[in-house]
Each structure stands twice: as C-alpha cells, then as structure tokens.
C-alpha cells in the first residue's frame, strides 16, 4: 500500500469490522451531528465530557477527539484529561483547534492542547493550521477567510511543530506529514454550507484512526472519503436536495451508505512538491 493509491473500499469494511468506539469531547453547537456521523460510518459515538470520568471512558475506547469549538475553562480542563488519558493507554487523538487565531484564548488553549498532549491528527481549516505553524492567519469567528496559497508548506510546518499528521480543508484538502504533503481532490462546495462539516471531519478522522493501524492512511482515507460522500450527496446519489438543510440529510445518507458505493479515487490524491 502507498500513500497515493488508498484503497477506500478497504479502509471503509476495516472501520465497519472494527466497530470503534470513539469518545468525542466537543462543541455544544454540533455534538449531535458529530454522534450521528461516527455511527453512519460504522463506530460507536459516546460523548463524554466530564472531568470525573472521561479519563476513564477513553481509556476503553479506541479514539479520542478533542474539538475546541465552543470551549469553556472547564472544558479546556477536561480536553486536557481525556488527551492525557487517550495518550498514556495509546488510544489515537485527534484534536479540532476551532478558531484559534481568533482570540488569545482560543489560541493559548489550542497551543495547550497541541504541546501538552501528542496528537495523532490535528484537522482545521486553512486559517486554524497557518495559525498553529506560526504563520499568517486571518480567523473571523471560527471560519478562515483570506487567501492561502502556501498552504501545504504551513501544514508541514505545522506536522513539524506538532509531531502530528495534519489534515488542512478548503477548496482543495492537504494531508501533511512532516516530510510530505498530498492534495486529496474530493469534495463539493454545498458542504461549506451546513454549519458542523468540520467538526464532523474531525471526528471522521478519529473514527478510522481508531480503526486502522496507519496513521496517514487512516487521514488519507477518511479525508477522501469526507468528500466523496459530499460529492454524491450533491449529485442526487442519496436523494434530491433543495437547499442546505435537505443537502445535510442527503450527505448523511450518503456517509451511511458510501461504503457500498463502490467509491472510486482513483488519480484523486496527489502528492505534491513542496
């Protein structure tokens, strides 16, 4: 197996088989999506998110996200636990620094987060992983804006300041490592217009990390796959749609259903130079 040819289909009966139980420590504004997501593709979603024991509700599960979306100083705590506790049983993390670069806190917490715990996966968007590299970003709220055209040399970066495999999303998503980055060409626009597709590719992420033994292949995977399923939702493969709400309900279906779709990304992912 090499990092240009995933083969989705495997990848998609390996989570099935596994069944992975995965503890989701996230926002308060997408954690019902977030659930439902790890159970479309063939996890156990439990969200626990209190300090007394989270530790130990991860220490039994397979994988561990920690998404700062709506974070509170209790919450920034019991981030902390549940990632010390995914990292001392080797349960693989995957941390969501939502908008850090926004503010000071979000950024100190993210910087906790990324340099207190060892991450397996860190997923944002442009803005959030320049910001996490060093470099310029400009984070309105939660959401990147401005332009970013070096944007597989900040992921190295930061795969390289974190130690972890970095899924950077936008129009194009990169899967860095610190010596590699990949363009993974799938996806469609309507997806950046349901509040949560991020928060859910997170939690994608942590459910076939928990699944498969390769880190990279794990983020390869599940990036290509995210946005085929987003792909199909679009063209009415799952159903017609009128708008974003309905668009959700059909890309749902389509992550419940991708994985007897025959899903093809052939010539899709494409390693990069940098």
């Known amino acids: 197996m090499t990092a240009l040819d995933v083969p989705l289909e495997a990848a998609l009966s390996t989570v099935l ?7 989701s420590v ?7 999506d977030v659930a439902n997501i790890t159970l479309h593709w063939g996890g156990l ?39 010390e506790a995914a990292n001392d049983t080797g349960v693989p993390l995957v941390v969501d620094p939502v908008g850090v670069g926004a503010t000071p806190t979000r950024t100190r917490v993210a910087d906790r987060l990324v340099t207190d715990l060892d991450v397996d996966v860190l997923n944002g968007n442009y803005g959030e992983i320049s910001a996490i590299a060093g470099d310029d970003a400009e984070v309105r709220g939660v959401e990147s804006v401005g332009e970013y055209g070096d944007i597989a040399v900040s992921a190295i970066a930061c795969a390289r300041k974190t130690g972890a495999v970095v899924v950077a999303s936008g129009e194009t998503d990169i899967v860095a490592t610190e010596e590699e980055a990949f363009e993974i060409h799938t996806g469609h626009p309507m997806m950046g217009n349901v509040v949560g597709t991020g928060c859910m590719q997170g939690v994608t992420l942590a459910v076939f990390a928990a699944a498969m033994g ?32 309905s668009y959700k309900i059909a890309f749902l279906d389509a992550v419940a259903g991708l994985a007897d779709a025959a899903p093809d990304v052939t010539g899709r992912i494409e390693r990069i130079e940098v």
Do not use: K, W
Request: with cysteine; hydrophobic share 40%.
């Open 214 to 245: 390769d880190t990279l292949q794990a983020a390869l995977s599940a990036t290509a796959s995210y946005g085929l399923a987003g792909e199909l939702a679009a063209d009415g493969s799952f159903g017609e749609y009128h708008g974003p709400a």
């Open 26 to 32: 996230t926002n308060e504004v997408t954690v019902n």
């Open 17 to 23: 088989e596994a069944t992975p139980l995965v503890n």
């Open 45 to 83: 979603p439990v969200m626990s998110d209190d300090e007394r024991e989270v530790a130990d509700m991860v220490a039994i599960a397979d994988g561990c996200l920690l998404n700062m979306g709506t974070v509170s100083a209790t919450g920034e705590e019991t981030m902390l636990t549940a990632g």
